[in-house]
């Protein structure tokens, strides 16, 4: 005996099937008693649900759809809510670059500050002795005078040899 044709006895129902499917199925059911009675409860099933009445708008339903559909064209077009799909393209790609640097700047910015080399904090007492230990014999705010020679004697008036 050929497969079973479950599977194709709706479309054969509805006389969608090609003429070697067709075939097919036809030869099977006229030989396999469990696919026959298959077709014949689609058959049955099909047959109660065409038997089914028409289903009836509620009354003044037309009226109110038409009311619906006139008010919808009349109100002004509501902007499209804000999405991932309004985003034009550039800024999109702008987007996606800028959430792949937070996700994954983030971490390797915190991995390279965790293996970083740590460095002492500063210890400003440290600091200000070293500062006053160099600049001991300094008056203050040396550093910043111009180099030059005072002389009681302007350069012209050089006592020449
Ligand atoms: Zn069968």
Same mark, same amino acid.
């Given at each position: 005996?050929?497969?079973?044709?479950?599977?194709? @006895?709706? +479309?054969?129902?509805?006389?969608?099937?090609?003429?070697?499917?067709? #075939?097919?199925? #036809?030869?099977? @059911? #006229?030989?396999?008693?469990?696919?026959?009675?298959?077709?014949?409860?689609?058959?049955?099933?099909?047959?109660?649900?065409?038997?089914?009445?028409? +289903?009836?708008?509620?009354?003044?339903?037309?009226?109110?759809?038409?009311?619906?559909?006139?008010?919808?064209?009349?109100?002004?077009?509501?902007?499209?809510?804000? /999405?991932?799909?309004?985003?034009? +393209?550039?800024?999109?790609?702008?987007?996606?670059?800028?959430?792949? @640097?937070?996700?994954? /700047? @983030?971490?390797?910015?915190?991995?390279?500050?965790?293996?970083?080399?740590?460095?002492?904090?500063?210890?400003?007492?440290?600091?200000?002795?070293?500062?006053?230990?160099?600049?001991?014999?300094?008056?203050?705010?040396? #550093?910043?005078?111009?180099?030059?020679?005072?002389?009681?004697?302007?350069?012209?008036?050089? +006592?020449?040899?």
């Amino acid at each position: 005996m050929s497969k079973h044709v479950i599977d194709r @006895l709706s +479309p054969y129902l509805d006389g969608a099937l090609g003429a070697a499917d067709l #075939e097919q199925v #036809e030869a099977h @059911l #006229e030989a396999c008693v469990s696919c026959r009675r298959a077709y014949q409860e689609l058959q049955t099933l099909q047959g109660l649900v065409r038997a089914l009445p028409d +289903p009836e708008p509620s009354p003044g339903f037309t009226d109110r759809l038409h009311w619906r559909l006139q008010r919808e064209g009349a109100a002004p077009r509501r902007p499209a809510p804000l /999405g991932w799909f309004s985003v034009r +393209p550039p800024f999109r790609v702008a987007l996606v670059c800028a959430a792949v @640097l937070v996700v994954l /700047g @983030l971490p390797a910015a915190w991995m390279a500050d965790r293996f970083a080399p740590q460095k002492a904090p500063l210890d400003t007492d440290a600091y200000v002795r070293e500062y006053l230990l160099l600049s001991v014999d300094r008056p203050l705010g040396d #550093e910043a005078a111009p180099a030059f020679v005072l002389s009681d004697t302007p350069a012209s008036e050089s +006592p020449r040899p």
